[in-house]
């Protein structure tokens, strides 16, 4: 089982138990205590959100932001960093997406990570062209979201 999207601290006990990967870890206190939660429990391997575009409207850390937040989760002994991961700007086109995936990829790579959780129903086959090795096509498998009331 793999938990997508943002995660509040106090709802990391829920997912430590459960998960074996989670792919929206963007700070250190989350790292803390999905690490505290997991203790008896393989290592949980963890996909770092990275805010590309540092948008106002996005979790993750800036590019600049990954190297700490990378030897805080590499400290963890219950956490394994494994990739990063991140959501392009809104975009129709797929081809917008491009750069972006780019992007990731270039700072895994530096970072020595080799998964990349990028791409979702609406560019996911840029994202796989890129090198993604996970995507994350919701929307294809159940739907489109309801509006927010």
């Known amino acids: 089982w793999h938990a997508i999207g943002g995660l509040q601290v106090n709802k990391a006990k829920y997912v430590a138990k459960v998960a074996t990967a989670v792919h929206a870890l963007d700070r250190v206190e989350l790292a803390d205590e999905l690490d505290r939660r997991r203790a008896d429990l393989p290592p949980l391997d963890c996909y770092l959100e990275i805010n590309l575009a540092c948008e106002a409207s996005k979790s993750g850390v800036t590019p600049e932001g990954l190297p700490a937040l990378l030897a805080h989760v590499?400290?963890?002994?219950?956490?394994?960093?494994?990739?990063?991961?991140?959501?392009?700007?809104?975009?129709?086109?797929?081809?917008?997406?491009?750069?972006?995936?780019?992007?990731?990829?270039?700072?895994?790579?530096?970072?020595?990570?080799?998964?990349?959780?990028?791409?979702t129903t609406s560019d996911f086959e840029v994202a796989v062209e890129e090198g993604a090795t996970v995507v994350r096509v919701g929307t294809a498998l159940f739907g489109a979201r309801p509006p927010r009331s």
């Open 74 to 119: 590499r400290s963890c002994p219950h956490l394994r960093a494994v990739g990063l991961m991140a959501l392009p700007p809104l975009a129709e086109d797929p081809e917008a997406s491009r750069p972006w995936f780019r992007q990731l990829r270039a700072l895994a790579a530096r970072h020595g990570l080799a998964g990349l959780s990028m791409g």
